[in-house]
């Protein structure tokens, strides 16, 4: 079995609906989740001329390589409505592979740790709240180690859930 730290978000439509029809596809064509981040809302990171995130990472154990993987999630953004035009640009559903084991893949379809995943808090928060001793195969350190020197200056709020 493998392990892929999967985050998802969404800035359309319904978000929070969105997040929970991804976890079920996931549920139904990867793998079990073992472990899912509370939802996080934080202003759109790039392009900000867009509605707030919504924003979760979630832990699954997969029988999938890491690239049956992402042909897998790209089936699921695609079969949830995700159209893709520019980058940044607001998204039904977006799935990104965060770790897949501690593996490190450098393709050109796909690259394993997510390359900017340490420059952005909106990852790192819902990261370390699951994960909090995961080492970054490559920087050798956990997710609060990373916040301690992330530049990202965006706000991240935890969302309740009524």
Known sequence: MNTAYLLLGSNLKNPEHQLSSARNHIAAEIGEI???SSLYATAAWGNTDQPDFLNQVIV???DFSAEALMKTILNIEENMGR???QKNAPREIDIDILF???DIIDLPELTVPHPLLQERK?????????APSFKHPVF???PQELLEICTDTLDVQKKDII
Do not use: C, M, Q, Y
Not at 122 to 130: A, G, R, S, T, Y
């Open 83 to 85: 159209i893709r035009t």
């Open 100 to 102: 897949f084991n501690n």
């Open 140 to 142: 050798l350190k956990t």
């Open 60 to 62: 699954v154990d997969t």
């Open 34 to 36: 073992l472990n899912t």
């Open 122 to 130: 909106f990852v790192l928060i819902p990261l370390n709240e699951i």
